[in-house]
């Protein structure tokens, strides 16, 4: 069976990939640049170990961060082209963010990918250095659960429940596409068995509005009554929905899990899903 590293194991999605391919019986290795309990730590991902399929995730997650400098972004591509000279296929994670935020119907993998700002062009550049070497790049939705960042929009809301008085959250009006971690996982586990290569879009294929995805937390937690305030609404439309039918055919891919089910469950267990 080919040997699988995995970049940025310890990481939220990470995690969720090295227990999907552990649970898969798969022979795999984490890297990474902590000290995390069942991962090799490496000082540069540049050195990456070979292997016969390497999943790359170990890149600058904060957006910000990113835009806010083009260092992370050249030191990224630059890892990314040795990881394609050492590995038999590289698979990246990528971002539906690509695809801008104007859509009306979901987007596909057909649809025009817009390089708008830093972190997209880096998605980008880095999307091309993998398919010119015969990988494949699966663009990710927004993604939720256990351990998740806190600094998301899902992480903001839970926070403010339970809670009296307004539920606050900034702006109502932007539709996102909103996956679980581990159908993520599973996708990249479904990606290292297969042989396809190219684009893959990893999403619920549904979009929430951040109204509606406050509404339904505060639903679930039984809290239903709360109000719902925005603080600085923008005024424009903002629509980013994945169609995921391409990988539903190629992977034999599909979510199985819900924002419902999410927040139903975190409520009712009463269980910490923000990393403090």
């Known amino acids: 069976m080919p040997e699988i590293v995995v970049t940025g194991a310890s990481g939220f999605l990470g995690r969720a990939v090295m227990a999907q391919l552990r649970q898969s019986g798969l022979p795999v290795v984490g890297v990474c640049r902590s000290s995390a309990a069942g991962t090799r730590r490496i000082a540069d991902y540049c050195d ?31 890892v990314v082209r040795r990881l394609v000279v050492r590995a038999g296929k590289v698979i990246y994670a990528s971002s539906g963010a690509v695809y801008g935020d104007r859509g009306g119907a979901p987007f596909t993998t057909d649809d025009p990918a817009i390089g708008y700002d830093s972190y ?60 679980g971690v581990t159908d993520a ?5 479904l990606a290292a068995e ?63 899990s819900s924002l419902q089910d999410f927040f139903s469950q975190s409520f009712r267990s009463e269980v910490k899903v923000v990393e403090s």
């Open 48 to 78: 990456t170990p070979s292997a016969d399929v390497v999943i790359h995730l170990a890149e600058e997650p904060d957006r910000a961060v990113v835009n806010g400098s083009d260092a992370p972004s050249r030191r990224q591509s630059e």
């Open 194 to 256: 297969a042989s396809c290569d190219g684009i893959f879009n990893i999403g619920s294929g549904i979009g929430t509005s951040i109204g509606a995805l406050a509404r339904l937390a505060l639903q679930a937690a039984d809290q239903g009554h709360r109000e719902v305030v925005v603080t600085n609404p923008s005024g424009r439309p903002s629509v980013n929905v994945l169609d995921v039918s391409e990988s539903q055919r190629r992977l034999g891919w599909s979510p199985a």
């Open 120 to 179: 997209s062009r880096l998605k980008l550049a880095n999307e091309r250095i993998v398919l010119d070497a015969g990988g494949a790049v699966l663009r990710l939705a927004n993604l939720y659960g256990a351990g998740m960042s806190p600094n998301n929009v899902v992480s903001d809301i839970v926070r403010q429940i339970p809670g009296t008085g307004a539920l606050r959250i900034r702006d109502d009006k932007p539709v996102r596409d909103f996956l």
């Open 185 to 189: 996982a599973r996708a990249f586990l």
